[in-house]
T-cell receptor, first 112, second 118 residues
Framework: QKEVEQNSGPLSVPEGAIASLNCTYS??????FFWYRQYSGKSPELIMF????GDKEDGRFTAQLNKASQYVSLLIRDSQPSDSATYLC????????????FGKGTLLTVNP | DTGVSQDPRHKITKRGQNVTFRCDPI?????LYWYRQTLGQGPEFLTY????????KSRLLSDRFSAERPKGSFSTLEIQRTEQGDSAMYLC????????????????FGPGTRLTVT
């Protein structure tokens, strides 16, 4: 069973702080990694993707990938109340070039 | 780029009835996916189309479920003889062909169809 694990939270940070969200995956052949943001009652919105080991930055978001440790993370700098949402980690496995396997998501709350 | 659209956004039906959902992908995307999401869980893969060909069906997709993508454009997902356990958000996503998009194949989701079976 290929799995993606996330801390369910809730993770609570003050406004302006750095929020750190973590994800581990079991399939060593996984090739592509995605972070989606999902507001309550809405559909997932793609915010970051990363394919290679290392860091990838986009505005206030940084994705970090370590394939040897089978670990991917998302850092949100200068957190805003509007960042309060569930963050879903998704992995595209080595045996599939199309199917995403999602974690259960981490609920982030940014307190003003 | 108008994004992925889904219709209807909400559907309430009685147990035993049939329902059909529609998805219109981003116009230049040839790959289309259906997922299902229940409360507190991440989306779960149901099926995948490349153009008009349905290339994989999850074991979650029982014989009461059928999906089509005629002409490789919009897709429909039909659930026959609905059960209360079918209540969920049904999500459609699309992505480009990586060979045409420089290797990029990110999936973009539509707004979803929330199904409630009473």
């Amino acid at each position: 069973q290929k799995e993606v694990e996330q801390n369910s939270g809730p993770l609570s940070v003050p406004e302006g702080a750095i929020a750190s969200l973590n994800c581990t995956y079991s399939d060593r052949g996984s090739q592509s990694f995605f972070w989606y943001r999902q507001y309550s009652g809405k559909s997932p919105e793609l915010i970051m993707f990363i394919y290679s080991n290392g860091d990838k930055e986009d505005g206030r978001f940084t994705a970090q990938l370590n394939k040897a440790s089978q670990y991917v993370s998302l850092l949100i700098r200068d957190s805003q109340p509007s960042d309060s949402a569930t963050y879903l980690c998704a992995v595209k496995g080595g045996g599939s070039n199309y199917k995403l396997t999602f974690g259960k998501g981490t609920l982030l709350t940014v307190n003003p | 780029d108008t994004g992925v659209s889904q219709d209807p956004r909400h559907k309430i039906t009685k147990r035993g009835q049939n329902v059909t959902f529609r998805c219109d992908p981003i116009s230049e995307h040839n790959r289309l996916y259906w997922y299902r999401q229940t409360l507190g869980q991440g989306p779960e893969f149901l099926t995948y189309f490349q153009n008009e060909a349905q290339l994989e069906k999850s074991r979650l997709l029982s014989d009461r479920f059928s999906a089509e993508r005629p002409k490789g454009s919009f897709s429909t997902l039909e659930i026959q003889r609905t059960e209360q356990g079918d209540s969920a958000m049904y999500l459609c996503a699309s992505s480009p062909n990586p060979g045409w998009a420089g290797g990029r194949d990110e999936q973009y989701f539509g707004p979803g169809t929330r199904l409630t079976v009473t």
